[in-house]
């Protein structure tokens, strides 16, 4: 992912407004992109559900 696109395997860049990652329960290591992590790799937010330390980030996800 990057600013205002996603650049797929192939090589080609899809321009994108807006990008939804969907994971399973923890994010895969290489998709962690930096962000802050908890117990078993989940991804940190607040109860907005922005990622924490960043405005513009969401993180939605599920449990059992």
Same mark, same amino acid.
């Given at each position: 992912?990057? *600013?205002?696109? !996603? @650049?797929?395997?192939?090589?080609? !860049?899809l *321009?994108?407004? @807006? +990008? !939804?990652?969907? /994971? #399973?329960? /923890? /994010? *895969?290591?290489?998709?962690?992109? #930096?962000? *802050?992590? #908890?117990?078993?790799?989940?991804? @940190? ?5 922005? !990622? ?6 969401? /993180?939605?996800? +599920?449990?059992?």
């Amino acid at each position: 992912m990057r *600013p205002g696109s !996603v @650049l797929l395997g192939d090589g080609q !860049v899809l *321009p994108s407004d @807006l +990008t !939804v990652w969907a /994971a #399973g329960v /923890a /994010a *895969p290591r290489r998709g962690r992109l #930096g962000l *802050p992590q #908890g117990k078993g790799g989940r991804i @940190l937010v607040g109860s907005d559900l922005r !990622v924490r330390g960043q405005d513009r980030i969401f /993180a939605v996800g +599920t449990s059992r």
